[in-house]
């Protein structure tokens, strides 16, 4: 759906460095869930959150992986000290109440390269 | 074991063919089941949705949920060069605030 916005669309990272993907939520929709998809395959979920709070994280790696949607802007997937296996397609979908079937809508993606 | 299994492909079909998708699920609190498009470097776009057992018909798809065997399909009817794309099911309990579960996807590829 367009009204989900990420960006970039493309990042490429050295090893080490850190990595800030963004996401821009449909207007008015106040659920942000995070997913990682791998080249050829499925989506797994990352992260749920909703406006200041992280709802579910349980698909979230440990370490280096944190994620935020302040009050106001984007909601922020940042990885830390990247590696060559954060190498993937971050997707962003939102909502406007948590997701019970069809509300959800995905943006574009963002594919990260670390180099 | 997967929660959710699908044939990764790729289908390759001639136009016009009936193609049926399938994704088979080893966790019975799945309710709402759900069919997404991926085109290659795009995000997933909904085609389908239904709530528990039974079918959904739109257009040229139609969507099946067997739960008694934990088993979803997705039949396209006289499919087109513009329907090749990745196929993910997708699946999530009836608790509020629950993430989807997603299989791994099948690629379709419909040749003029």
């Known amino acids: 759906n367009a009204g989900v916005m990420q960006n970039p669309r493309h990042l490429v990272r050295r090893r080490g460095q850190e990595a800030r993907l963004r996401c821009s939520p449909v207007?008015?929709?106040?659920?942000v869930y995070w997913y990682r998809q791998l080249p050829e395959e499925g989506l797994k979920f990352m992260v749920y959150l909703q406006k200041e709070n992280i709802i579910d994280e349980s698909g979230m790696p440990k370490e280096r992986f944190s994620a935020e949607f302040p009050k106001e802007g984007p909601s922020i997937l940042r990885i830390q000290q990247v590696v060559r296996g954060d190498s993937a397609a971050y997707f962003c979908?939102?909502?406007?109440?948590?997701?019970?079937?069809?509300?959800?809508?995905f943006g574009q993606g963002t594919r990260l390269t670390v180099v | 074991q997967k929660e959710v299994e699908q044939d990764p492909g790729p289908l390759s079909v001639p136009e016009g063919a009936i193609v049926s998708l399938n994704c088979t699920y080893s966790n019975s609190a799945f309710q709402y089941f759900m069919w997404y498009r991926q085109y290659s470097r795009k995000g997933p776009e909904l085609l389908m949705y239904?709530?528990?057992?039974g079918n959904k018909e739109d257009g040229r798809f139609t969507a099946q949920v067997d739960k008694s065997s934990k088993y979803i399909s997705l039949f396209i009817r006289d499919s087109q060069p513009s329907d090749s794309a990745t196929y993910l099911c997708a699946m999530n309990k009836n608790n509020a605030g629950n993430m989807l579960t997603f299989g791994g996807g099948t690629r379709l590829m419909v040749k003029p």
């Open positions: 979908a939102s909502s406007p109440r948590p997701i019970v079937g069809t509300e959800a809508f």
């Open positions: 239904t709530y528990s057992s």
């Open positions: 207007k008015g929709h106040s659920h």
